[in-house]
Structure formats: C-alpha cells, structure tokens
C-alpha cells in the first residue's frame, strides 16, 4: 500500500540533497572544528558557511546564530538565559497559552523558582490579541516570548506589532519559528525579534539540530557550561553533519518558499473545500487566512480523533490528532481548548499539515478516506446519525 | 501498538446499533472526557437475548464495547454481571500500557443497562 505523509508539523523527511550535503561530514570532513589541523578546519570551514547560509535565511548576520540541538533547547536557552542574566533584576515574563510544551513547561519551571509569568489568551481563532500584550507589561518585565505561528492550527500571531512594544517598553521579543520557517517568509528584522527559535527537522532537515537566532547586544547567560563553543553560548562539539543538513536544508527552504508555500496552499485549499463538501458537522479550527498554507485543522463532530488517525492510518495516510486518548498524558490539546473548542470537537480534531512532496492526487484520496472513515465512525457513535 | 485482536473489532465492531424497544438502556461518560458509550440489552427469561452498543469514543472505547457485547450476549443477567474488566481485556489480546483508563467503561454501560432493567422489573 502506498503511503501519504500528512503530517510535517511533526516532523519531515530529510532532503536528499540534503543527505548528500552531509555525507562527507561523518566520514572524511570527521575534524572538531577546535582542532588547528587540516582535519579541524575543514570542520570549522564547513561551521563557518553552514552559519552564513541558515543566517541568510531568516536575514540575520552569521554571529548572531547560536545552533543547538533543536528548538526546545533554543527556547530553553532564551528564556532561561534571559532571566539566569537578569537574575535579581527585571523577571517577569509575558507569553501565550497557546505557546508550544518548550515555552509552557520551561514557564511552568520557572514559576515554580519564583519567576512571574503572564500567559496571554487568544481570541477563538487562535491569535494573541497584542493589546492584551501591552497590558501585561510591567515595570519588571524582561522577555515576551510569543510563536510565531502555532504548531496545531498553525495561526500567524502578530509578531510585528508585539515588537513594537517590546521595543517601547526595552523588553526582550522571542519567537518560537519552529513552524513558520520554510513555509512564510521570517525575517528578523521585519518582524523586529531580538531572539528566534528554529529547527532543521521541520524543514527537510535533520533531526537533533535547530538554531538560536540572537540580536547583536542580546546578553543571555548560557545553561550549558563547557567548552566554550558557539561564543559560550552553548558548548559542546557542534554536530557538523547536522549542522551542514541544516544550513543545506535552510538554504533550500529560502530559495523555493515561494513555489513551495503556493504550492501547499492550493492543496489545503482543495482540502479543506472538499471536506466541507462531502461532510457535515464540520470545523476549520484556527484562522481561515491568518494560517500557515500547510495547516488544516479540522473537527468532525460524533467522531473521536485517535479512532479517526488508526483508520486513516490502516489507508496508508498519516495525520495526527489533538484528542486525549492520542496523547502521551492523556490531556486533550490545551490550543484547541484555549479557542475555547466545545470538548466534542476538541476530541473530534485532525490536524493535516502538508508537504512539499504531498500532490493533488494525494488530496483526492485523502478527502474520499476522511469521508469514509467519518461516515463508518458516525454509525458507530451517535444515535442521531445512525 | 495495539493488539491484532483490538484492530480486529475496532475495525469491524459486532453488535453496533440501538435496540428500540430495549428492556434495559446504560450510558456512561460526556463529550467532556471523550467517551460516550450507550448499552442497549434485551432480556428474556432472565437471558441477554440481545446486546447492542452506540459508542463515541477512542480504538480502546469502540472495541471493548463491542467485546463486552458478545461477551454478554447470550449470558444469564448474572453471569453478564460477573464478567470482568480482565475477562474483556483479556478477549482482546491485552491492552498497551497506559490505554486501561477507558477499558472499565463498556462494562460500566453494560451495568447500568442491567440496573435500568431490574429498576423497571420492580415498578412493573
């Protein structure tokens, strides 16, 4: 049976260019980029433009990129960074409720070490109202840390204008781009960032590799200790295959967003409106517009999400769910309820995000499956639809 | 991760539907938890004649709800209540780590409906 990868929010296939670009790195170009040897600067030459291209491709300068071992430990790094700096000063920090578990667990952390936390809401499409941003300010707040768009409904939260008053206030901006980069135009100095969160894997990358983006004059006190690799910041051997697959695949993203995001953007259009059109008691969770052109939340009324994913799954498609019973804690997605989602389309939610790779073709098949597999699990659920 | 045996039933449920005139009707849980599951039973001569589920719920909640309707069916309304949550969990293979929050609640349906019919036995 042939298999659709329908789900690149979590991760994605590596690129085999991207492959080829890091072969050599395991095997011949083997050196610590620390090393003064031949071996070792071959490394530090491979570091030296894998840093220039994934700067490029977010607009940065190459000093101001830190790479890490993906985006949770980016966003470790500045939060815990910021506050670990300002330690006895400014700690307060203003972030979202629809914030990834890197931001929202790494916050709950710091609560529990005494830190104040603001956890903005967003309105029932999923976006952070930047007034309610504003008001949280006060006069010991350090960081605002907001995504910049988020990884289940995929919505595009106003960094702009959350820029600007961190900009008035002296504030620090993170955003997590875990999700956007590759698929929106993210660019620091549009958007008006001091730190920014990516990850090669979501890009057709590698695994085990992502970047800090940090403005110059941006002062974090690292938390690891070691070595004294990327400025300080995070020690540690750099992983130089990874770090190659990563600029290779940030390179890559850079120069065919354009055709890729259009390309996604007219399959989940034909998604979503095929959907619309063969099933009832549907809903598009998160903004109609306002969205990442891979990202298609949807909510099937009467049906359950883990029993909708085993079916699709058993029809060779791969997606994933925001229902309880599909995670690991049991929780049902706390996005969906922050949209303030009635629990039965909480549980009833699928979540589709595209590829590059994925086809109209792939689209058909995939409408006619949800379609099936709504119809045959509404005859065993509700009694008013049998 | 699931058992041969589960993505047998959840795929092909026995049983599945109401019983209009039902002697004897159980529904457990909310759309808040994410499971609901509703036992239909038709009782003859202290016999369960006929099991029929409606469940909206996750693999765990529409297989075990079928299960315990063919492990019902057929039983006195005394051996129907001496079935276990390990006989059904058993009769399906066993259950990942983890995914026996949802496995007691087919039962639970099944004891209610018995419940509804002994409540009305004794008005009548």
Not at chain 1, 237 to 264: R, Y
């Amino acid at each position: 049976m042939k298999r659709i990868y329908m789900d690149h929010s979590a991760t994605t296939p590596v690129d085999p260019l991207v492959v080829d670009a890091m072969l050599p790195y395991f095997t011949e170009s083997f050196g610590n980029s620390s090393s003064l040897h031949s071996f070792g600067q071959e490394a530090a030459e491979a570091l030296y433009v894998a840093r220039s291209q994934v700067a490029d491709s977010i607009g940065a300068k190459a000093e101001e990129i830190i790479f890490t071992s993906g985006g949770t430990e980016s966003d470790n790094i500045a939060l815990q960074g910021v506050l670990s700096r300002e330690a006895g000063k400014r700690q307060h920090i203003i972030t979202s409720v629809i914030e990834h578990p890197a931001v929202l667990n790494t916050c709950s952390f710091l609560e529990s070490t005494g830190h104040d936390i603001t956890y903005v809401p967003v309105d029932s499409e999923g976006i952070v109202n930047a007034d309610d941003v504003k008001n949280a300010v006060r006069g010991n707040t350090v960081l605002i840390s907001i995504m910049h768009a988020n990884n289940e409904i995929g919505t595009i939260q106003p960094i702009k204008e959350i820029a600007d008053i961190a900009k008035d206030n002296n504030i620090y901006l993170h955003t997590d781009a875990v999700q956007s980069v590759g698929k929106i135009p993210v660019d620091v100095n549009s958007l008006g960032v001091d730190m920014l969160s990516i990850s090669s894997h979501k890009l057709y990358g590698p695994k085990g590799v992502g970047a800090l983006y940090m403005r110059e004059g941006t002062r974090l006190n690292p938390i690891l200790f070691g070595g004294g690799h990327e400025r300080g910041m995070r020690p540690g051997t750099e992983n130089i295959p990874g770090i190659v697959g990563f600029a290779t695949a940030s390179s890559l993203a850079k120069e065919h967003l354009d055709t890729d995001s259009k390309h996604m953007l007219r399959l989940r259009d034909s998604l979503i409106k095929g959907v619309f059109a063969t099933l009832d008691d549907v809903r598009l969770n998160g903004h109609a517009t306002q969205r990442l052109p891979n990202n298609a939340n949807l909510s099937f009324k009467y049906v359950e999400g883990e029993s909708m994913l085993m079916l699709l799954d058993m029809a060779g498609i791969a997606v994933s769910t925001g229902s309880a019973c599909s995670s690991r804690s049991l929780h049902a997605s706390h996005v969906l309820d922050s949209i303030g989602l009635e629990p039965d389309y909480i549980h009833g939610s699928v979540r589709m995000t595209l590829g590059k790779e994925n086809s109209m073709e792939e689209i058909e098949y995939l409408v006619g499956a949800l379609q099936e597999t709504v119809t045959k699990l509404r005859q065993i659920s509700s009694p008013a639809k049998c | 991760m699931y058992s041969k045996k589960i993505i047998e039933e959840f795929t092909n449920p026995k049983n599945v539907g109401i019983i209009e005139d039902a002697d004897g009707v159980g529904e457990i849980g909310s759309t808040v938890d994410g499971d609901v599951i509703t036992m239909y039973i038709k009782v003859d001569n202290g016999v369960l004649t006929d099991v029929r589920f409606k469940t909206f719920g996750c693999v765990v909640a529409i297989s075990t709800s079928t299960m315990v309707t063919q492990l019902a069916k057929g039983k006195t309304v005394e051996d129907a209540l001496a079935i276990s949550n390990q006989d059904v969990q058993h009769a399906l293979g066993g259950l990942p780590q983890g995914k026996d929050r949802c496995s007691g609640f087919a039962l639970d349906a099944l004891h209610k409906a018995i419940d509804d019919y002994r409540s009305k036995k004794v008005t009548i």
